[in-house]
């Protein structure tokens, strides 16, 4: 019987593979991110056809297949849509002609297993139609945002409209419960106001699915700090008409991923650096504030302005409460 001796090479040179593996697979992720991003900041809004193959989404997009792959594992989209559609038209097509079926009749009949036909019940027993998401993956995202909810001491958003002026027409694509909107709002402008929760403000959306009309509005939201944010910048910018404004921790001025993306090409016209610390409260309990560690972050307001050239200005900003 042959052995192979594990020496220190051996384990060394599986060391090196398996780096090289990893950074192949780390490069192939950010090439088609890249692609995306690109896409995106083309001002290209993909509209993913669930029903159509990845090519041919990609030809009717006018965008590479990259991109449409990086889109439906970003965008959540559920591929096995069409199936899913099949098994609910089959087993309410059963159910109509034999209205008592139970659902073990329903198994032998239709064939698809016990678990898929629980899955689909309620679809299958209604008339409600499956939307093209996964919904489990929609709300396991919706429930992560649900706890993700920083608002935006109001004085925080009165401070950036006495150093900047907008254009009339303001979008606050992450409006929480509108504390930074209805500033906006008293200081004269006309703003529209989504959130993809319910927090009994504005309309709820995901800004990467509601059809925004671009070079319709400036933007001013303090945007959730997840993995999108690139995205999300990168999506503010294109559809902006003028103006973005956004607060964010000014340790985000930093990160190669966020130079290379953004600050490389589309370096914000102004930064206000906050001279202290502000009230951004968890959940919007502006009386935690004093108690609270992560009121330590140090924030900043980014200014963009489209077509402007030159070096970013950097500003320091007093909040006035
Ligand atoms: C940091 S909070 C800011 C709330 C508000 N702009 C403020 O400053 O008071 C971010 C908000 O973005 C919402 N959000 C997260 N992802 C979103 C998405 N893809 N589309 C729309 N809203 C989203 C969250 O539900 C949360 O309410």
Redesign the pocket.
């Known amino acids: 019987m042959s052995s192979t001796k594990v020496t220190d090479r051996v384990v060394q040179k599986w060391l090196i593979f398996n780096d090289t593996l990893g950074c192949l697979k780390i490069n192939l992720y950010f090439c088609k991110a890249y692609k995306y991003i690109d896409d995106m900041s083309k001002g290209k809004d993909i509209r993913y056809n669930p029903a159509i193959s990845v090519k041919e989404n990609a030809k009717r997009n006018g965008v590479t297949e990259a991109t449409i792959r990086y889109h439906i594992k970003r965008q959540l989209v559920d591929r096995r849509y069409d199936r899913k559609l099949n098994i609910i038209a089959d087993c309410r097509r059963y159910l109509k002609k034999y209205p008592n079926a139970t659902r073990t009749e329903l198994q032998k009949k239709t064939g698809y297993s016990l678990s898929t036909i629980r899955k689909y019940w309620s679809y299958i027993t209604s008339e409600e139609e499956l939307t093209d998401f996964d919904n489990r993956k929609i709300k396991k995202?919706?429930l992560k945002?649900?706890n993700?909810?920083?608002?935006?001491h109001p004085s925080?958003?009165q401070d950036l409209l006495r150093c900047e002026q907008f254009d009339r027409k303001i979008l606050?694509?992450?409006?929480?419960?509108?504390?930074?909107?209805e500033v906006i709002k008293n200081n004269g402008y006309e703003v529209v106001s989504?959130?993809?929760?319910d927090?009994g403000y504005g309309k709820v959306?995901?800004?990467?699915?509601?059809d925004f009309e671009a070079n319709e509005y400036d933007i001013i939201?303090?945007?959730?700090?997840?993995e999108?944010l690139i995205l999300?910048i990168k999506r503010c910018l294109s559809l902006c008409k003028n103006k973005v404004a956004l607060?964010l921790p000014i340790n985000f001025l930093s990160g190669k991923e966020r130079y290379d993306e953004i600050y490389a090409n589309c370096p914000p016209a102004r930064v206000y650096v906050y001279r202290e610390r502000i009230n951004?409260a968890i959940d919007?309990d502006f009386t935690k504030y004093n108690k609270s560690a992560r009121n330590q972050t140090v924030y900043a307001w980014y200014i963009w302005e489209r077509g402007r050239e030159g070096v970013t200005e950097l500003r320091w900003i007093h909040n006035i409460k």
Request: charged letters at 10%.
């Open positions: 995202y919706q945002q649900m993700n909810y920083y608002a935006t925080v958003t606050e694509p992450f409006c929480g419960s509108g504390t930074m909107a989504y959130d993809i929760i927090r959306g995901d800004f990467f699915s509601v939201t303090n945007p959730p700090y997840d999108n999300i607060l951004i919007g």
